[in-house]
């Protein structure tokens, strides 16, 4: 018989993730380089965020360390601290998903295609085995991706997909000790890195990727009034040509604000190998319930205030035309008069120098106004004070889309220089760039 968990399972509170520098966070910038306290790459795919009183904990992935699972902490849900690996007992574990039950904290992920468990008495580390490693019942089927969803109502459910080509969902027996339950939902199709919410209407909303690999798709929804079923879709929950903004889905995080309810999409920035240097796509989801959807709502920046649960957009910095640069084309200046505010067709042998930029002395937010003619044909580049900087090294969305926000320190004062230029990946390509301008944040 099905356990509830209302005493023994804590909701899954949700937080956000703040970008970027040891100084100090102010933003969310989704595909941009997220770093820690520390100034360190954050290393946490495939994860997910617990409360615990008010310290919130992110589990996920360690690329750069064989896949263990690694902890990062925060009090104020801009600044992360690297609490270190969860365990080194258990290598390559995929998608792990943290919760809480009878006192105990719960690690739960994929190794070897099988649900592996971690205990731990605390939620920071200190991580052991926890059994052997299971299948999923009733038929012993395996997996590759997985999700953990707590519901309203206190019980707890493990999401898994892939191997069948199936979307399983299992419920989670809690208290003293933890176990897989009963099937509760088996959805057929060829579909991986499940998520799962459910709004203040009461509807479930299931979002999975299709299976391209670490290559993006568009991701899709499915929405029920029961988490058995019947499942509705799927329906996009991005425009398809944005492939989910260049991002697979890992988990659904709400915010129970005390004047709205927030809901944010967590994903993965994959680069093609699934790497370590892969960033992270966090984005809040617009909820229909009277039309059974939801969407991705795109902002290159922004943050969320987790008391009020009142999501804020960036204000406009500086900005700087690139009609208003130094425009060098093949060697020789361009005055380019039929310029209003944009320089375009720049290729290989052009740049677009820009003077005079005022900085903090501190790193900074500068968003680059620009797009390619081909993604996959070539690069873009900015020389800052004549050090160049491939732009997608800096945030995963370089190319794809027109606002590109990158973490640069200028020199204080008004003394900086930035050309924008680019480099085909062939001799003899017509790869070109458009440069609209860019803009400058204080904060």
Request: glycine share 10%.
């Amino acid at each position: 018989m099905h356990a509830r968990l209302r005493a023994s399972f804590r909701s899954l509170c949700v937080s956000i993730l703040l970008a970027p520098f040891v100084l100090g966070a102010s933003w969310i910038v989704p595909g941009a380089v997220w770093t820690d306290t520390s100034g360190n790459k954050i290393d946490a795919h495939g994860g997910q965020i617990l409360q615990e009183g008010t310290t919130f904990y992110w589990v996920g992935s360690a690329y750069s360390n064989n896949e263990v699972p690694n902890i990062y902490s925060s009090t104020d849900l801009l600044n992360w601290t690297f609490e270190g690996p969860a365990s080194t007992a258990v290598e390559f574990m995929y998608r792990p998903k943290l919760f809480t039950s009878g006192g105990k904290f719960y690690i739960w992920g994929q190794v070897n295609r099988l649900v592996q468990a971690l205990e731990s008495s605390t939620i920071s580390g200190g991580y052991s085995v926890y059994g052997s490693a299971f299948s999923l019942p009733p038929d012993g089927r395996t997996y590759s991706d997985e999700g953990i969803f707590v519901d309203t109502t206190g019980e707890a459910y493990i999401l898994t997909s892939a191997d069948s080509n199936n979307l399983q969902i299992n419920e989670i027996n809690g208290g003293s000790s933890v176990s897989i339950g009963t099937r509760v939902t088996d959805l057929e199709g060829a579909y991986e890195a499940p998520g799962l919410m459910k709004s203040t209407g009461g509807i479930y909303y299931l979002v999975m990727s299709t299976k391209t690999g670490y290559t993006a798709n568009a991701n899709q929804f499915w929405w029920s009034t029961n988490i058995a079923g019947p499942w509705n879709g799927p329906s996009g929950i991005a425009p398809g040509s944005s492939n989910t903004y260049d991002s697979q889905n890992t988990f659904e995080l709400k915010i129970s604000g005390s004047q709205q309810t927030t809901y944010i999409y967590m994903g993965d920035s994959w680069d093609s190998e699934g790497t370590a240097a892969s960033n992270y796509e966090w984005l809040p989801i617009s909820v229909n319930d009277g039309a059974h959807t939801i969407t991705l709502q795109d902002y290159a920046f922004w943050k969320v205030d987790v008391s009020t649960g009142v999501i804020t957009t960036s204000t406009t910095g500086k900005r700087y035309d690139a009609a208003d640069g130094l425009i060098m084309r093949r060697g020789f200046e361009d005055s380019c008069a039929s310029c209003e505010h944009s320089v375009h067709n720049i290729d290989p042998l052009s740049n677009v120098t820009i003077h005079n930029i005022e900085g903090t002395g501190e790193p900074q937010w500068v968003s680059i106004h620009y797009t390619v003619s081909d993604p996959n044909a070539g690069d873009a580049y900015v020389w800052l004070n004549g050090e160049k900087i491939r732009i997608a090294d800096k945030n995963s969305r370089a190319g794809k889309f027109a606002t590109v926000p990158i973490n640069l320190t200028l020199k204080k004062g008004d003394g900086n220089v930035l050309t924008f230029g680019c480099h085909a990946h062939a001799e003899g390509s017509e790869f070109v760039a458009h440069l609209e301008g860019i803009e400058v944040l204080d904060d």
